[in-house]
């Protein structure tokens, strides 16, 4: 058996868990896409959760194509009801923005989004420049950021995982509302561990990278 311990996780082809962290796999999804989900869904539900999204207040998205802001998107448009979703990625993930909910898809290759001249309610930060988020937000809105360092008024969330949020999600994934977002260049083999861990250094990827130790 293969272990590679990273962070706060593990990659191994067997491993403990504690019940409280688990949940059953939607059945119209595979077992690759399911393990693309859980913390990458948890950390946007519950995010947005803290940011007190709801019906009616705009959102903007900064990482729109990674593994958390492509549920971000998704779940503010179609579970809390938001009445914009704006996101950011570059010129090619545009079109992606748009098939999972975003109402505005913004290239930060060309755009500098804090300069736009409308300002949201939250502020989802899923890459770090704390400094230019703050400046996107209403007078009274909130920042939310999953990336040191951060910068007043803005705080740091960091995720308490349960199984409890991806029960409630079931529905939504089982009904096609919200789907997960794989990168196309995997799923890994085990073998590949080390060029998937690289892959992702290069911050190109496209929703997760999935690592599948099963031959």
């Known amino acids: 058996m293969m272990l590679l311990v990273w962070w706060i996780g593990s990659l191994a082809e067997y491993t403990a868990a504690e019940e409280r962290v688990l949940a059953l796999k939607p059945k119209n999804l595979s077992f690759v896409e399911a393990a693309s989900l ?16 709801s019906a009616g207040k705009s959102i903007l998205v900064l990482g729109g194509a990674g593994g958390v802001g492509t549920h971000v998107i ?3 448009k179609h579970v809390f009801g938001a009445s914009k979703v704006a996101a950011t990625a570059s ?8 098939s999972l909910g975003a109402d505005l898809a913004i290239d930060y290759t060309k755009e500098n989004f804090e300069d736009l001249p409308e300002k949201f309610d939250v502020v989802y930060n899923a890459v770090g420049e704390t400094d230019r988020a703050v400046k996107a937000v209403k007078e009274g809105g909130k920042v939310l950021t999953i990336v040191r360092p951060v910068a007043p008024p803005a705080f740091l969330f960091l995720l ?3 199984g409890t949020v991806l029960e409630k999600l079931k529905p939504y994934l089982e009904s096609g509302k919200v789907k997960p977002v794989l990168d196309p260049t995997g799923p890994y083999p085990f073998l590949k561990t080390v060029e998937a861990f ?3 250094e290069t911050s190109r990827a ?6 599948y130790p099963i031959p």
Do not use: H, N, W
């Open 91 to 98: 010129t090619k993930k545009l079109d992606l923005l748009r």
């Open 198 to 200: 690289a892959y992702l």
């Open 160 to 162: 308490t995982s349960t």
């Open 74 to 76: 998704q779940l503010a």
């Open 206 to 211: 496209t929703g997760k990278v999935v690592v």
């Open 38 to 53: 859980p913390l990458a869904i948890e950390t946007a539900y519950e995010g947005l959760e803290r940011l007190e999204l």
